[in-house]
């Protein structure tokens, strides 16, 4: 037979697993939500506009552009990366809800939706 205290025990450690066991479970449905609901935004690099920042994730540089919709909707981003990219390249972001750039790829101007185009600079 136990004793209160160690019952007592059992239930608080029974209950802690469960709420440890909850919050992994939200955040992986929070994750999942955010990813899965992620939206193209376009921009072009401004190799003028990157700063150097404090490393973060293998990040070293910040690129605070405007960002482009597909209807030629406009947003502030700040894009962290790991390196330089190539000044006046086209990139389509993938950003999600609460995480932000979750990633990017390099398109060409062909692959720029019309509105997209008109704001920002035609290669030469």
Same mark, same amino acid.
């Given at each position: 037979? #136990?004793? #209160? %205290?160690? =019952? ?33 935004? @376009?921009? %072009? ?14 990040? !070293?540089? =910040? @690129?605070?552009?405007? &960002? @482009? ?19 006046? &390249? @086209? ?7 609460? =995480? ?16 997209? %185009?008109? !704001? ?5």
């Amino acid at each position: 037979m #136990k004793s #209160k %205290q160690g =019952r007592g025990l059992s239930l608080a450690l029974g209950a802690a697993v469960l709420v440890v066991s909850v919050l992994f479970v939200s955040l992986g449905i929070l994750y999942r939500t955010t990813t899965d609901s992620a939206e193209s935004w @376009y921009i %072009q690099i401004d190799n003028d506009l990157v700063t150097e920042i404090t490393p973060h994730g293998g990040m !070293n540089y =910040r @690129y605070p552009v405007t &960002a @482009y919709d597909e209807g030629g909707g406009s947003r502030t981003v700040d894009f962290d990366t790991s390196r330089v990219l190539r000044d006046g &390249a @086209y990139l389509r972001l993938e950003i999600a809800a609460f =995480r932000g750039v979750i990633s990017w790829e390099e398109v060409a101007w062909e692959d720029l939706p019309a509105a997209v %185009q008109s !704001n920002l600079n035609a290669p030469e």
